[in-house]
């Protein structure tokens, strides 16, 4: 029996695996929990806050509007996007002495991650630690430039024992090897 190849079939992509991970690494829409979904909305409106200076109740409005909205958290949602745009200064301040650069060379997109990091950990303490600085990589892979994500991840780690000092503590603590 001859093997019959169609057209079709024949320039197909290669399957991916079911891992929830996407070819570049990211996460997968359909793995992704109702608060990563509010996360990568807060930063699109975030985005817009920073680049293109929309009010805020503006960017709530178009962002609501958007396919998939409705699979996020929208009151995590509404928390990061009112919270960072009101508490911009104050994100800023926890954020910029680990900088090393000014805050205009940052991408708007790392530094709205930062800022969804640093009010998390603020904020949220429901969120464990470990939890807010995974998400905020995340989002700096998928939405950030090249090595983005190792930047977040870093300025994100020295800010977290100032605002989680007991939590991060304990979490280190746990993972150090006994002496024998």
Same mark, same amino acid.
């Given at each position: 029996?001859? %093997?019959? #190849? =169609? ?5 197909r992509p290669p399957r991916q695996s079911r891992t929830g991970l996407t070819s570049t690494g990211a996460r ?14 807060? $930063?699109?409106? $975030?985005? @817009? ?7 805020? +109740? %503006? ?6 509007? *958007? ?13 990061? $996007?009112?919270?960072?745009?009101? @508490?911009?200064? @104050?994100?800023?301040? $926890?954020? =910029?002495?680990? *900088?090393?650069?000014?805050? #205009? ?36 892979? +998928?939405?950030?430039? #090249? ?5 977040? /991840?870093?300025?994100? /780690?020295g800010i977290a024992p100032a605002l989680r000092a007991a939590e991060v503590e304990a979490d280190r603590g ?7």
């Amino acid at each position: 029996m001859a %093997d019959i #190849t =169609t057209p079709s079939s024949a320039k197909r992509p290669p399957r991916q695996s079911r891992t929830g991970l996407t070819s570049t690494g990211a996460r997968k829409a359909g793995s992704k929990s109702d608060r990563s979904r509010a996360r990568e909305f807060a $930063l699109q409106g $975030l985005y @817009q806050s920073l680049v293109g200076r929309n009010a805020v +109740e %503006d960017i709530d409005l178009f962002t609501r509007d *958007l396919a998939g909205f409705s699979k996020a958290d929208a009151v995590h949602f509404d928390a990061l $996007l009112q919270g960072c745009v009101a @508490q911009a200064e @104050q994100l800023d301040a $926890l954020i =910029t002495p680990l *900088l090393d650069r000014p805050m #205009t060379e940052i991408s708007p997109i790392e530094h709205a991650v930062m800022w969804i990091g640093a009010f998390e950990l603020s904020h949220c303490p429901d969120v464990p630690w470990r939890v807010v600085l995974n998400e905020c990589v995340e989002l700096a892979k +998928e939405f950030g430039g #090249t090595d983005g994500h190792k930047y977040v /991840n870093a300025v994100l /780690n020295g800010i977290a024992p100032a605002l989680r000092a007991a939590e991060v503590e304990a979490d280190r603590g746990s993972h150090k090897k006994p002496r024998a």
